[in-house]
């Protein structure tokens, strides 16, 4: 026992009252504490089943492994669970509390009680209903300004397959720049007056001439025109996903986009597939596949993307997020995207992360009608706080960093042979095409609040701040459920 009460002295700096389980810590006064004594007819197994069970340092570790699961520590749980096993924690115990930690950390659905389990045979069982709406501005790549209003509502149709149901209808406009280089034909006018006196049989005669020059030259000059474009969408869709346990699940989604405006009158459908395996409690594995509108006020468009994400935990202080996405556009471009974040947790107490992020998105070809970057890459610190309580949640990130975009190599050589021809002719070509590092600055902001027992109100907002130009993103949502 001194054993015993030394070791969870080092462990654990808050202790247990002494009380009905006749167990304390190293600094109580034993003649103060009270007994418990075990019935005639209690066998030695159960005796010392409930010694384990009810022993503080078993159930500080069970209390640990527990909460450590909810804080999404999987390393700190699965350990608890380790030592517990370790120590002779009766089986039964041990497999119920082992399901339970097993399943948080998997981000599962707990298993189903005797109450809650639908009968064999009783086919579909709905329940927890929801009813959602939500609205939307993004400012986005200088150019890019999307309003949307979106309806939502969705229901169980098991314990592990639920659908939902979604219609969004919104605006996007766009501005596009036009520049035109040419050449014109430049007309100077020069004028040389003489004056001269003529003296003829001693009669003084003044004679002016006046001489007009013309000179024509050839000149390069450009014109910029600010192009506007304008598109109303609607959608139309549902989405069924079904967890496969072990905190695996599989969703696919099926809709219809409406397109009217500058690209004229359209309908395109959408379609795919999200599938996330966790192999590892600390590992997840995301696949997905979808066929979408790209996002144009000048031309309707579809894509194919494909994407793989790894979110991965090696210690419970560190994540990390790796992502790859390809896009397949119909008019024949392809667009690639990789992505790598890593977090640290500084502050356990205040929930404090730090870390980096590097982002590159490029594309094959150049396109007038929607975002089409040669190669541009971002480079971010980050600093992460967030707070959990009962009915409110609240999540900020701040980004500093530095960005780049470098122009193709056709753009590129025809500036050269502008600038070439403006030093013959004396005219300025215009800045050289694309930017090199530059500082961005970033905030993030996320919060949610749950109203009553079933109304949850979240707002959400987002501003990057570049050299040139700025971009923002705000929403809220409010969510019923039943």
């Known amino acids: 026992p001194a054993v015993v009460m030394n070791e969870a002295g080092v462990h654990y700096q808050i202790g247990f009252l002494p009380g009905t389980l006749a167990y304390a810590m190293a600094a109580d006064q034993p003649l103060a504490l009270r007994r418990r004594t075990p019935g005639r007819q209690e066998s030695g197994e159960a005796v010392l089943r409930h010694a384990l069970i009810t022993h503080p340092l078993m159930m500080a570790r069970r209390l640990r492994a527990e909460i450590a699961a909810y804080q999404g520590k999987p390393h700190l749980a699965l350990e608890q669970l380790r030592l517990l096993e370790r120590d002779g924690y009766p089986a039964d115990e041990l497999d119920a509390i082992s399901r339970l930690v097993r399943e948080q950390v998997a981000d599962d659905l707990p298993a189903e009680t005797t109450a809650d389990a639908p009968m064999a045979g009783a086919g579909l069982v709905l329940s927890r209903p929801s009813l959602g709406l939500a609205v939307r501005q993004e400012q986005a790549n200088r150019d890019f300004l999307d309003r949307r209003l979106t309806a939502q509502a969705g229901v169980n149709l098991a314990e592990r397959l639920r659908l939902d149901g979604e219609f969004r209808s919104g605006r996007l ?27 003829d049989n001693g009669a003084i005669t003044r004679v002016e001439r006046i001489t007009r020059r013309e000179t024509t ?78 996002d144009s006020a000048r031309r309707s468009l579809h894509r194919d993307a494909f994407s793989l994400q790894v979110l991965w935990t090696p210690v419970d202080r560190w994540t990390l997020d790796i992502l790859g996405a390809f896009q397949a556009v119909s008019d024949t471009n392809t667009l690639l995207e990789a992505r790598v974040q890593s977090l640290w947790l500084l502050g356990e107490r205040q929930n404090l992360e730090a870390g980096f992020r590097a982002e590159l998105v490029t594309a094959d ?33 701040l980004r500093l960093g530095f960005s780049r975009e470098k122009a193709r190599p056709e753009t590129i050589e025809a500036w050269r042979a502008l600038r070439m021809r403006g030093e013959q002719g004396g005219w300025h070509p215009g800045e050289r095409p694309g930017s090199d590092w530059e500082p961005v600055v970033g905030l993030n902001g996320a919060l949610l609040r749950r109203v009553g027992r079933a109304t949850e109100i979240g707002l959400t907002g987002a501003c990057s701040f570049f050299s040139d130009y700025s971009d923002y993103q705000v929403g809220g949502t409010v969510t019923i459920h039943f």
């Open 173 to 199: 406009e766009q501005e596009a720049d036009s520049n035109r280089w040419f050449t014109v034909r430049q007309t100077r006018v020069s004028e040389s007056r003489t004056l001269s006196e003529v003296i």
């Open 217 to 294: 030259t050839e000149v390069e000059t450009n014109l910029v025109d600010r192009m506007r474009f304008r598109s109303d969408y609607t959608y139309w869709g549902a989405r069924l996903t079904g967890r496969l346990g072990g905190g695996s699940w599989l969703e696919g989604h099926l809709g219809a986009w409406s397109v009217s405006g500058d690209p004229g009158s359209d309908t395109l459908w959408a379609w795919g597939a999200t599938h996330r395996w966790k192999p590892v409690p600390a590992l997840s594995l995301l696949t997905r596949y979808a066929r979408d509108r790209v």
């Open 365 to 397: 070809d150049a396109s007038i009608y929607y975002w089409s970057p040669y190669w541009n890459e971002r480079v971010y610190g980050l600093g992460r706080v967030s707070r959990a309580y009962p009915r409110f949640y609240m999540d900020t990130e």
